[in-house]
């Protein structure tokens, strides 16, 4: 008997030592969704893209001494505009916004609202990988929160800028 665990326990555990991280949510259908850290984890990553563009900018100054910061910025930038189109992707565009039987009516224009919107961030995070205009930030702010505004009720987005200060 030890003959045979001893080998899928080898396997197991050098399936988890070089298993790669996992991404904002499973494919499965668990069930278990949280919207309100879902739009809190995009903030954040739009915070993390504009230090990124700041840093990024302030470094090029003395560029031949500071080559290898700018690298690692210009990365975690990109890493982050990723994680956040994952989110957008996998998350709400794939699981959460569900298409309505009904192709008219105001469930499908507010279906066909929330796409628009996750398309448009999906946009503007792609550009702010390509560059470091905060314009793009500020771009990906305001849809944010309209696309929170789209997505939630009135109790839940009171609940958002009460507990997380989204559309301030």
């Known amino acids: 008997m030890m003959r045979k665990t001893l080998p899928v326990a080898i396997v197991l555990a050098f399936g988890l030592f070089f298993a790669k991280d996992a991404v904002a949510h499973c494919q499965l259908p668990c069930g278990i969704y949280n919207d309100n850290m879902r739009i809190i984890s995009i903030q954040e990553h739009i915070t993390t893209i504009e230090k990124s563009m700041r840093l990024i900018v302030e470094l090029q100054k003395n560029p031949s001494e ?85 997505y939630f009720s009135e109790e839940e987005m009171m609940h958002l800028k009460k507990e997380h200060g989204m559309g301030e």
């Open 66 to 150: 500071n080559m290898n910061q700018i690298v690692r910025w210009v990365n975690n930038k990109e890493n982050h505009a990723d994680e956040l189109t994952d989110i957008l992707t996998y998350y709400f565009m794939a699981q959460r916004v569900k298409v309505p039987a009904e192709k008219s009516g105001e469930t499908y224009t507010k279906y066909q609202t929330q796409l628009e919107l996750l398309h448009g961030m999906m946009v503007s995070a792609m550009k702010a990988k390509q560059t470091t205009d905060h314009q793009y930030v500020a771009q990906l702010r305001s849809q944010l929160d309209t696309f929170a505004n789209a």
